[in-house]
């Protein structure tokens, strides 16, 4: 079983500051990474994975996150918000082989002017 | 716009009603799925659906009844809920091809607000 931990329900930041969403995941296999944002009274999207390869992977809307294997985190980064980016995002987790996506209990981002 | 259509996009009921709700893709996807989005909770999978066929249900109960006749439409069967339901229900749908792969990704809809009085 697989179960992801966003350490943040909530990060109020003022624009252009940088930005880390923390993510933590738990698997006993192989697993792929993801980030969804949601906006306000719209479905989930997809801002970035990993599946295999380099560990920083780059996703839309300038975001980027990196997969760190001995500490279990896939943590969000930002280097500079906009009011634009004020969203829930959701880290979530597949083992490998198949399509079930665990979603972690997402992160309020809040930014401010 | 993703591509994945939910309606209705709000949705009232009280326990003793049968409703339903529809969830609809004209992407070419050939998976579709049923989430939970509760407040205060992770996304939770409710059911998977391959070609038609159902390949995940994680232990929902049988209140909630999926039904998907073609590759492009997927429909939750409510009846007898109970408050405690009161949630966001997300359709998503991607294309089958083994695990996730590098060009593959979940679409999701805009949900469906379902208040359970």
Avoid at chain 1, 9 to 18: D, G, N
Avoid at chain 1, 25 to 36: A, E, G, I, P
Avoid at chain 1, 55 to 66: D, H, M, R, S, Y
Wanted: with cysteine; glycine share 6%; hydrophobic share 35%.
């Amino acid at each position: 079983a697989q179960s992801v931990t966003q350490l943040d329900s909530q990060v109020p930041v003022f624009e252009e500051a940088p930005v880390e969403l923390r993510c933590n995941y738990s698997s006993s296999v192989s697993v792929y990474l993801f980030w969804y944002v949601q906006y306000p009274n719209q479905g989930l999207q997809l801002l970035l994975k990993y599946l295999s390869g380099s560990t920083l992977v780059k996703g839309i809307n300038g975001f980027e996150a990196e997969f760190n294997k001995s500490q279990t985190s896939f943590h969000l980064r930002k280097p500079s918000v906009h009011i634009s980016d004020t969203a829930e995002y959701f880290c979530a987790v597949s083992p490998r082989g198949r399509r079930a996506l665990t979603f972690g209990s997402g992160t309020r981002l809040q930014v401010q002017p | 716009e993703t591509g994945v259509t939910q309606t209705p996009r709000h949705l009232v009921m009280g326990m003793t009603n049968k409703k339903s709700l529809k969830c609809e893709q004209h992407l070419g996807h050939n998976a579709m799925y049923w989430y939970k989005q509760s407040a205060k909770k992770p996304l939770e999978l409710m059911f998977v659906y391959n070609f038609k066929e159902q390949t995940e249900n994680n232990s929902v109960p049988s209140r909630f009844s999926p039904e998907c006749p073609n590759s492009s439409h997927l429909f939750l069967h409510l009846h007898t809920l109970q408050p405690e339901d009161s949630a966001l229900y997300l359709c998503a749908s991607s294309l089958l091809q083994g695990d996730f792969t590098t060009n593959e990704k979940l679409f999701f809809g805009s949900g469906t607000q379902l208040s359970v009085l």
